[in-house]
T-cell receptor, first 114, second 110 residues
Framework: EPEVTQTPSHQVTQMGQEVILRCVPISNHLYFYWYRQILGQKVEFLVSFYNNEISEKSEIFDDQFSVERPDGSNFTLKIRSTKLEDSAMYFC????????????FGPGTRLTVT | RKEVEQDPGPFNVPEGATVAFNCTYSNSASQSFFWYRQDCRKEPKLLMSVYSSGNEDGRFTAQLNRASQYISLLIRDSKLSDSATYLCVVLKGSQGNLIFGKGTKLSVKP
């Protein structure tokens, strides 16, 4: 069964550093998303991406965040200058044109900012 | 009122029991609804979409009441492997922004 993959599984970084989280969505999917989940809290939407541009973003997704699809398979989330409060699990998800709203999630990257 | 509200539980039930989870949502214009399950420190996994007419998938039945803005999930003959947190999810807008509830924790005991 095709699945979303994410690397790395765990990233530790110092406050102020840049991080790039990587995702490979399901191959025939066209819609891509990033969510985050702070420990013990609910899953929160960050951004959706379609046709090489952001289609929607939340208030959390400020100027420190950016997304990119650098090639035909990868989808990345960059945090320019990490803060302590960016520590969370970051999930990538994708959905296909046959069922736009059924999103399939990757295993997540645990980001720890020290 | 929170966008998606669920009873946090935990629900502790014996194997074979029937258990029901409820969820309410605040935006009456919402059109798409889902149940996901999440195991501890894992990703949310899509369990089922929720349709207006109600739908069933094996031991799982989902119902939607638009007038009351209420969604339910029924699990029959619960198994040990059903132990997880069940997330009620509502689509916001048309660009795939999913709004998650905090989840209801289920623990099925032998």
């Amino acid at each position: 069964e095709p699945e979303v993959t994410q690397t790395p599984s765990h990233q530790v970084t110092q406050m102020g550093q840049e991080v790039i989280l990587r995702c490979v969505p399901i191959s025939n999917h066209l819609y891509f998303y990033w969510y985050r989940q702070i420990l013990g809290q609910k899953v929160e939407f960050l951004v959706s991406f379609y046709n090489n541009e952001i289609s929607e973003k939340s208030e959390i997704f400020d100027d420190q965040f950016s997304v990119e699809r650098p090639d035909g398979s990868n989808f990345t989330l960059k945090i320019r200058s990490t803060k302590l409060e960016d520590s969370a699990m970051y999930f990538c998800a994708s959905s296909g044109k046959d069922n736009l709203y059924e999103q399939y999630f990757g295993p997540g990257t645990r980001l720890t900012v020290t | 009122r929170k966008e998606v509200e669920q009873d946090p539980g935990p629900f502790n039930v014996p194997e074979g029991a029937t258990v029901a989870f409820n969820c309410t949502y605040s935006n009456s214009a919402s059109q798409s609804f889902f149940w996901y399950r999440q195991d501890c420190r894992k990703e949310p996994k899509l369990l089922m979409s929720v349709y207006s007419s109600g739908n069933e998938d094996g031991r799982f039945t989902a119902q939607l009441n638009r007038a009351s803005q209420y969604i339910s999930l029924l699990i029959r003959d619960s198994k040990l492997s059903d132990s997880a947190t069940y997330l009620c999810v509502v689509l916001k807008g048309s660009q795939g922004n999913l709004i998650f509830g905090k989840g209801t924790k289920l623990s099925v005991k032998p």
